[in-house]
């Protein structure tokens, strides 16, 4: 989260205002599955809580309601979420369900971070995802391959997929088809300027 603030901090985002911040994001709960919608209503971490601007939120939800953005995805319309920001890789199903059960209902790795830093800039923020791994499922431990700054290491991100095959087929799966959805939704957000 660290290299985010950083990159964050050299000021090229300040004077707009308002940021939709775009991604993936795993599931903590059985309703969210592989290529579902999610909008961000706050984000929480270590005890921290920040809200997503209500208004913009509204407005993408509306938005992506519309039955010409709806069928992007054969799966439900876009759904208004609690998150949690970690700062590793939730791996474990059984830990995603954990977490789950306390008060979020997706997780990433950067969101409250850039929450963080445009709300004290004073700019509006939005946050969409796409969910890319289920609760149900296991997805490798790639804690290792994540450098410091946030780049991936080749040889252990190889090494941590070759030791859990059918959870790195699963993880490679749900992240095409989450990007794959994402790119839609990107697509027909920006098309005919409906933001």
Known sequence: MKPLLKYLQQGQFLGTSR??????????????????IVLYQDCIYQGK??????TFTAQLHSALSTDAINRVSPHSLPNLVKSLTSDRVIWSAAEKRRLGEMAADVVDMEGFTALEFF????????????VSDDCQHNIPDLTPAINSD?????????MGMLRQPLAATRLIRGSLTALKVLKQVTNRLFSGNRL
């Open 49 to 54: 809580r920040l809200e997503c601007d209500r």
């Open 119 to 130: 709300n004290a800039a004073g700019v509006a923020v939005a946050m969409l995802r796409v």
């Open 19 to 36: 940021v939709l911040i775009m991604g993936i994001c795993g599931s903590l709960s059985d309703r969210y599955t592989v290529g579902d």
């Open 150 to 158: 946030g780049s991936l290491n080749p040889l252990p991100l190889a």
